[in-house]
Nanobody, 128 residues
């Protein structure tokens, strides 16, 4: 049974840092691309960062480039978030894409419909 569990969210002041963890079980990250998405109240879910299976190519949305770093180790995926801003406030979700297409091409995508498994989310609040 594939399961994704996020942790590491919380309340942080602007300029602060958090590290989110996505723990995967019932699957190997060698075969799944992992994406981090976020959803703020009243807004669409958006892709924040993703990492491909195997070779671990990474991708970031423009608003977090230079501030967020995605990595993976021991079947966990991390999202290191620095210089946090109030606009980063959202529920953050990790998701797994088991597509052979993305795996063979070393890709990861920001389309939520491409992901097959989702975690329950973790709240990140950036506020003074």
């Amino acid at each position: 049974q594939v399961q994704l569990v996020e942790s590491g969210g919380g309340l942080v002041q602007p300029g602060g840092s958090l590290r989110l963890t996505c723990a995967a079980s019932g699957m190997s990250l060698d075969y799944y691309a992992i994406g981090w998405f976020r959803q703020a109240p009243g807004k669409e879910r958006e892709g924040v960062s993703c990492i491909s299976s195997g070779i671990a190519n990474t991708k970031y949305t423009d608003s977090v480039k230079g501030r967020f770093t995605i990595s993976k180790h021991n079947n966990q995926v991390y999202l290191e978030m620095n210089s946090l801003k109030p606009d980063d406030t959202a529920v953050y979700f990790c998701a797994a894409d088991r597509s052979t297409h993305t795996r063979l091409l070393g890709l990861c995508l920001f389309r939520a419909e491409d992901y097959d498994f989702w975690g329950q989310g973790t709240q990140v609040t950036v506020s003074a």
